[in-house]
């Protein structure tokens, strides 16, 4: 059964192509990753995915969730989707935040207007899933404003929140860009944890170490178009397209030099 169907999915924008016919089903439970440079595309169709759409974009195709059109729903119909149902940990999380509002007010506002529990329950909830993402001292963490914290923890702040709603779609936007290698196992980890949840997984990345461990299909974006799309392991061995050998070949890896990739 497909969880998610895009079908000739095109946008512009003052005539400038962001998105050029892109389609491609992911399945209920499976892993897309997503990669290509910068200007590509990428973090345009994420957004389209919970509903983020430019004032002035001129957008056609249709983006199927379980069979509804979410290019054709109401924002008071988004609100049953973003959180509980697709979830998105976006690349920059200080543009996410509120600046005025501390971690354990995000935290507490989010999980009593999606999960309905108390204070209490929402606070030990978060911090339980913080000591998971190694996360120092998240009792003190929880008191701190946005601008006090790293990208990276906000990051995994945001992972934090987002995997306690148990959405059936999560979008990873370059979710180990800003980590460590020893935090970039412990989000891999979580990650291959949902997997076994059989939560449906988007992971934007430049990280082929990352698409490599999650596996299941990958697609190539350039310039708005879809170049290539095939399974994980053999597109990282050998991709078909120009673009793709120059993208993903050039690359070294160096945690899996064994393996030969």
Known sequence: MEKLDINALKVSIDNKIILNDISFTL??????????????GKTMLSRLLIGIKPDNANINGNIFFDKKDLLKISEKEWNKYRGKKIS????NPMAVFNPFQNVES????????????????????MIEEMKKLNLPNPEA???????????????????????????????????????????????TELL????SQNTSLIVITHDY????ELDGKIIIMKNGNLIEKG???????????????????????????????
Request: aromatic content about 8%; proline content about 4%; glycine content about 6%.
């Open 27 to 40: 399945p209920k439970g499976e892993t897309l990753i997503i990669i290509g440079e910068s200007g590509s």
């Open 88 to 91: 998105y940990i976006s690349q």
């Open 106 to 125: 995000h935290a507490v506002e989010l999980f009593q207007s999606r999960l309905g529990l108390s204070k209490k329950e929402c606070i030990n909830k």
């Open 141 to 187: 963490l929880m008191k701190k404003y946005p601008f006090q914290l790293s990208g990276g923890m906000l990051q995994r702040i945001m992972f934090s929140m987002m995997i306690q709603l148990e959405p059936e779609l999560l979008i990873a936007d370059e979710p180990t860009s800003a980590l460590d290698y020893y935090n970039t196992e412990k989000v």
């Open 192 to 195: 291959k944890n949902l997997q």
């Open 209 to 212: 170490n990352l698409a490599k």
């Open 231 to 261: 399974n994980t392991s053999d597109m990282l061995k050998n991709p078909q397209s120009d673009y793709g050998k120059s993208l993903i070949l050039r690359k070294r890896y160096t945690r899996y030099k064994k393996e030969g990739i």
